[in-house]
T-cell receptor
Framework: GAGVSQTPSNKVTEKGKYVELRCDPISGHTALYWYRQSLGQGPEFLIYFQGTGAADDSGLPNDRFFAVRPEGSVSTLKIQRTERGDSAVYLC???????????FGQGTRLTVV | AQSVAQPEDQVNVAEGNPLTVKCTYSVSGNPYLFWYVQYPNRGLQFLLKYITGDNLVKGSYGFEAEFNKSQTSFHLKKPSALVSDSALYFCAVRAVFGNEKLTFGTGTRLTIIP
């Protein structure tokens, strides 16, 4: 596609439920990043994939968060047992191999009620 | 550890005046530096980057930024502000060598007053 696509754009879920957020990167981009942006804050790094493997998952806040990229393209961020504090905008970005700048999607706004 | 400071939460500038949005950074080794802009209910849009070479870099929409290694700064500038420049601006840094994660500042809300 022309840009990074994230679905859904909005997700409301009940506390304790499981959610999946999807990211479709720019075609041909090998690197994929997930960030979380809370209200009034800058984006915070969660995890970075190079191809299919997670090269750096140091930003995942706890073991309720997990992400996969099985075929080196689409990625899914999975959150188990959601908590109200997980409410934020989840941003995905991708960059080409050897590239420096990352291109961001529009984000998924997650609200846990 | 790497970090970015944007000391101003809010900057107000009259239309037609020059604008500056400040950014300082901390990183091990040489930096890659970036500015992104965020409009309401939109994702982050890339504006410009410093990789190497000329300290003054030019980007989209007439914006430019000056890399100053001794002051570890990367301030965003524009000679003449437009009302349409009103948005949230984020500075970001990553190390040239090492992990590729971007670290962002907390953002500066720029308001251009007609």
């Amino acid at each position: 596609g022309a840009g990074v696509s994230q679905t859904p754009s909005n997700k409301v879920t009940e506390k304790g439920k499981y959610v999946e957020l999807r990211c479709d990167p720019i075609s041909g981009h090998t690197a994929l990043y997930w960030y979380r942006q809370s209200l009034g804050q800058g984006p915070e790094f969660l995890i970075y994939f190079q191809g299919t493997g997670a090269a750096d998952d140091s930003g995942l806040p706890n073991d309720r968060f997990f992400a996969v990229r099985p075929e080196g393209s689409v990625s899914t961020l999975k959150i188990q047992r959601t908590e109200r504090g997980d409410s934020a905008v989840y941003l995905c970005a991708s960059s080409k191999e050897g590239g420096t700048e990352a291109f961001f999607g529009q984000g998924t706004r997650l609200t846990v009620v | 550890a790497q970090s970015v400071a944007q000391p101003e939460d809010q900057v107000n500038v009259a239309e037609g005046n020059p604008l500056t949005v400040k950014c300082t950074y901390s990183v091990s080794g040489n930096p890659y530096l970036f500015w992104y802009v965020q409009y309401p209910n939109r994702g982050l849009q890339f504006l410009l980057k410093y990789i190497t070479g000329d300290n003054l870099v030019k980007g989209s929409y007439g914006f430019e930024a000056e890399f100053n290694k001794s002051q570890t700064s990367f301030h965003l500038k524009k000679p003449s502000a437009l009302v349409s420049d009103s948005a949230l601006y984020f500075c970001a840094v990553r190390a040239v060598f090492g992990n590729e994660k971007l670290t962002f500042g907390t953002g500066t809300r720029l308001t251009i007053i007609p």
